[in-house]
């Protein structure tokens, strides 16, 4: 089993309120990710860090942001949550050595915003 | 080309049956591949690694083909639980983001 966990699993928010979800691994990893993806739909590139302090956006436009103050923590924030923003969202990461390592996933959370 | 391309299925098929996928990556520098199994409202777990021609464990087989830039999985004897979405993942080059294609939907039928 994976040794990276998300908080919380399940989240149903109102409009405009402030949020964050929370990614933890134990793993020493470097690289870390964070995907977007909506019932059978394919998984969107959002954020993704390199190490401490190194974040950049990734291939979909989302208005989240995030921080890597600490290698193990990586969480992401919505400063006003929004109908449009409900989805999974689902944090990964990935030894930085070798040709191109395994991806360990989070079990995800599941944002409503009503 | 896109970076990734997956046929999306549905492949519905028989238990025992032999049943294969192709995915089409654009870039010919990738060194490293990766099919992933994701199942219905999970996360995404690795399956398989495919860093040279190939690779075989058990009932299922990486091939690579990198002039054609594809890679394949093979799934035989199909059973009911490989019943989910399988993703093929290429890195952009040795130290970037994993890029994960649509996936390619599995449906096995008793």
């Known amino acids: 089993e994976a040794d990276i966990y998300q908080t919380p699993r399940y989240l149903v928010i109102g409009t405009g309120k402030k949020i964050t979800l929370e990614c933890s691994q134990t793993m020493g990893h470097d690289k870390m990710y964070w995907y977007q993806q909506d019932p059978g739909m394919e998984l969107h590139l959002i954020h993704y860090s390199y190490g401490v302090n190194s974040t950049e956006k990734g291939d979909l436009s989302s208005e989240s942001t995030v921080s890597r103050i600490r290698t193990e923590h990586f969480p992401l924030t919505l400063e006003s949550a929004r109908p449009s923003h409900t989805s999974q969202y689902l944090c990964a990461s990935s030894d930085v050595k070798g040709l191109g390592a395994e991806a360990f996933f989070g079990q995800g959370t599941r944002l409503t915003v009503v | 080309r896109k970076e990734v391309e997956q046929d999306p299925g549905p492949f519905n098929v028989p238990e025992g049956a032999t049943v294969a996928f192709n995915c089409t990556y654009s870039?010919?520098?990738?060194?490293?591949f990766f099919w992933y199994r994701q199942d219905c409202r999970k996360e995404p777990k690795l399956l398989m690694s495919?860093?040279?021609s190939g690779n075989e464990d058990g009932r299922f087989t990486a091939q690579l083909n990198r002039a054609s830039q594809y890679i394949s999985l093979l799934i035989r004897d199909s059973k009911l639980s490989d019943s989910a979405t399988y993703l093929c993942v290429v890195p952009r080059s040795g130290n970037t983001p994993l890029v994960f294609g649509k996936g390619t939907r599995l449906s096995v039928i008793a």
């Open positions: 495919v860093y040279s």
């Open positions: 870039n010919s520098a990738s060194q490293s």
